[in-house]
């Protein structure tokens, strides 16, 4: 097993877990400024109300993407279990 097959898994890692997380991550962080910039307007600092306005979004944005995130990952999986007998050479 090389540098270059190791470097490559864990940069395919790496890229799967971005990928897969920044969905829910992008949502969170645009649902976070809204609510923060609608508290700084109203004068409203309630620190719990951006809590469900963005746990709202993360279940909407799993609803929606849940099947392509869990299709990329399980053909990750695929790909990592096929490449198990290339490894112990």
Do not use: C
């Not at 809204?34 to 709202?56: D, G, H």
């Not at 099947?67 to 198990?84: A, K, N, P, Q, V």
């Amino acid at each position: 097993m090389s540098t270059g097959f190791v470097t490559s898994l864990l940069r395919d890692g790496v890229f799967q877990v971005i990928s897969v997380s920044a969905p829910m991550l992008l949502t969170a962080l645009a649902i976070g400024l809204i609510v923060a910039i609608l508290q700084a307007t109203t004068s409203i600092q309630e620190q719990t109300l951006t809590f469900l306005p963005k746990l709202v979004a993360i279940l909407l944005v799993l609803a929606f993407l849940g099947g392509w995130m869990f299709t990329r990952l399980g053909e990750y999986t695929i790909r990592l279990f096929s490449m198990i007998p290339e490894m112990t050479r």
